[in-house]
């Protein structure tokens, strides 16, 4: 394979990874745009009870797992990308685990795990992808005590915390607006102490 196919590979691999991020960090920031941005317009996803239109789906998972969980993390993992052409068969694996609102009675935590079985489509320079199926390995519900909602509270007051919308500091335009307001307090608390 001459060393010019080499890199395009290569860069195709990136682009199609670049995705799957982006579509983990939409959904766990609750960025129906950013989801909706990883799939072809004519989109199809089947994933769990929902089979249809990818971007009606960025708009039901959006909504259902911001009404049902108070936090979301989609980790990705392993990911085997086969390129032919313009055409991608893309397995990655996945765990998902979802945290219950505190305010639900029933407080729990959910794992999931599983694979994106993807098709993804070049189409104009651009990787996205064509169809989804959602595969599910294994999953485990556990109740979550008061004495974990506690000290997970604690930590909330302890730590910079995620949030569910454009707020969050994964996005630069929030991360730069949280550092300057952090850097001038804390500048700020310098001058008063005497510290410079």
Do not use: K
Not at 132 to 150: C, G, I, K, N, Q
């Amino acid at each position: 394979m001459p060393q010019h196919d080499d890199l395009q590979l290569l860069l195709d691999e990136r682009a199609i990874r670049r995705v799957i991020l982006r579509y983990c960090r939409g959904i766990d920031r609750g960025d129906v745009e950013l989801v909706r941005s990883c799939y072809h317009p004519d989109a199809l996803d089947v994933h769990g009870r929902y089979r249809g239109d990818a971007h009606g789906f960025a708009e039901h998972a959006v909504t259902v797992l911001t009404e049902r969980y108070e936090v979301t993390s989609h980790a990705v993992h392993n990911c085997l990308i086969e390129i032919t052409g313009d055409t991608a068969h893309v397995e990655t694996y996945f765990v998902a685990h979802h945290e219950s609102r505190a305010t639900d009675p029933d407080r729990h935590t959910y794992r999931f795990g599983g694979r994106y079985i993807d098709r993804f489509i070049r189409a104009d320079g651009q990787w996205a992808i064509s169809r989804r199926v959602l595969v599910r390995d294994w999953s485990a519900r556990d109740p979550l005590s008061s004495e974990a909602s506690a000290a997970a509270e604690g930590e909330r007051a302890t730590f910079v915390n995620g949030t569910r919308n454009g707020s969050d500091l994964a996005y630069e335009s929030a991360f730069d607006q949280w550092i300057s307001t952090w850097y001038d307090a804390h500048t700020d608390s310098d001058r008063t102490n005497g510290r410079s």
